[in-house]
């Protein structure tokens, strides 16, 4: 499958339109149902494999953010064999406690996996949690990216991001 072709379905399937507030505090006309592409197996296989060979050199762990960068840092895992950790939002107040789960990110190089992008607001505040943890957080792979260009306060942060996907390629088929 072509990156048009995998845009055209991401789109078909995602593609919602009304008033939805973003994360970011900012208001849209339209919104992307990421869960409705990454519920889709023959989807997010395809997605891994095209983002698989985005993920920068030297990258020893996949730093999925809850709770849509899960499934597609999953997914890369299986397409990649590189491991996963899982990166909640706030550390759980029961169990092991943790706000990163799965692989241990301490002393490693990861990339942190996220599925839609508009401002990076949750990638800043994960990126920091990780690198609390002793990880070395330099990399930020999305499939969309809603925003702008490349967000300066992920640039400001030594943050390269990526995106498989931009909102003008999930649009160029209409």
């Given at each position: ?7 055209k ?5 995602a ?6 507030k ?10 992307f149902?990421?869960?409705r ?24 762990v ?35 406690c ?43 792979l999305c ?11 992920l ?20």
């Open positions: 499958m072509t990156k048009t072709e995998l845009a379905k991401i789109y078909e399937i593609h919602l339109t009304g008033e939805f973003l994360r970011s505090g900012q208001v849209s006309h339209e919104y149902d990421k869960y592409f990454e519920a889709k197996p023959e989807l997010l296989k395809e997605i891994a494999k095209q983002m698989a060979t985005m993920i920068p050199a030297g990258t020893e996949l730093a999925g953010l809850e709770m849509g960068g899960i499934p597609v840092a999953t997914a890369l895992s299986l397409e990649t064999g590189l491991p996963c950790a899982f990166v909640r939002k706030a550390a759980k107040d029961y169990g092991t943790q706000f990163s789960e799965g692989t241990p990110v301490k002393g490693k190089n990861i990339c942190i996996i996220e599925d839609v992008i508009t401002t990076g607001g949750q990638v800043l505040l994960s990126a920091q949690d990780l690198k609390t943890l002793g990880a070395h957080v330099k990399n930020v499939v969309i990216h809603r925003g702008s260009g490349q967000e300066s306060k640039t400001e942060a030594g943050l390269q991001m990526t995106a498989l996907m931009t909102m003008q390629d999930l649009k160029a088929h209409l």
